[in-house]
Structures are given as structure tokens and as C-alpha cells.
Nanobody
Framework: QVQLVESGGGLVQPGGSLKLSCAVS????????IGWLRQAPGKEREGVSC????????YYIDSVKGRFTISSDNAKNTVYLQMNNLKPEDTAVYYC??????????????????WGQGTQVTVSS
């Protein structure tokens, strides 16, 4: 059974940094595309970034390019999201999720089959 567990969320001031972790069990990272998605109050869930370790590909939405970095540690079966220069508009619940190969866009929540429980990120002074 595939399980994903996020950690690392919290409260940070604008301009600050956080590093989220997603520990994956029940399958090696190479089986999936692992994505980070977020949902702010009153808004739809959106894809933020993803990594495919088999293809060595990473993707980001425009609003986080240059600020967020996704990475993986295959030995630990863990994916990270380093978030720098955080802005109030980054406030959301962040989820990591695993997708199998499909024709769906990585940024679409519908592409993901397994989900973590989410971790709150709040950017506020």
C-alpha cells in the first residue's frame, strides 16, 4: 500500500524559508511522478511542482520558479520542496501526491492517485 507523509510546514514571515518533506512508502520513487500541490482557502487545489526521478525531470508553476526547488533522496525514498522568499500568497495546505504514468498534466490534481494528509504553510508577518 502506497503511503505519503508530509512534514515541515509552519508559520513563517514574508521572505522566509521552509523545507517540506514527503516520505513515500509502499513503492520506490522511480515508479511515480511525485507532485507537490497546494490549496488555499476558497481556491482550487493547484499543482506547484513535480519530480520524475526516472526521467530526471522537474516542473514548476510560474509563480514559484526561482523560489522553490524540488529534490529527492532515493535512498530515503523522500521528496523535498525547498521554499525560499515566501510570500503571503503561498499560504495554503501543501500536499504531496503520487501519480502513475498517464496523459494528464502534472499540474492537474486529477493526475494523482495517492495523497498525503497535507501540511499547513502560513506566510504572515
Amino acid at each position: 500500500q502506497v503511503q505519503l507523509v508530509e512534514s515541515g510546514g509552519g508559520l513563517v514571515q514574508p521572505g522566509g524559508s521552509l523545507k517540506l518533506s514527503c516520505a513515500v512508502s509502499g513503492g520506490t520513487l522511480g515508479r511515480f511522478t511525485i507532485g507537490w500541490l497546494r490549496q488555499a482557502p476558497g481556491k482550487e487545489r493547484e499543482g506547484v511542482s513535480c519530480i520524475n526521478t526516472s526521467a530526471n525531470n522537474t516542473y514548476y508553476i510560474d509563480s514559484v520558479k526561482g523560489r522553490f526547488t524540488i529534490s529527492s533522496d532515493n535512498a530515503k525514498n523522500t521528496v523535498y520542496l525547498q521554499m525560499n522568499n515566501l510570500k503571503p500568497e503561498d499560504t495554503a495546505v501543501y500536499y504531496c501526491a503520487a501519480a502513475y504514468p498517464s496523459g494528464l498534466s502534472w499540474s492537474s490534481p486529477a493526475a494523482y492517485y495517492h495523497w498525503g494528509q497535507g501540511t499547513q504553510v502560513t506566510v504572515s508577518s
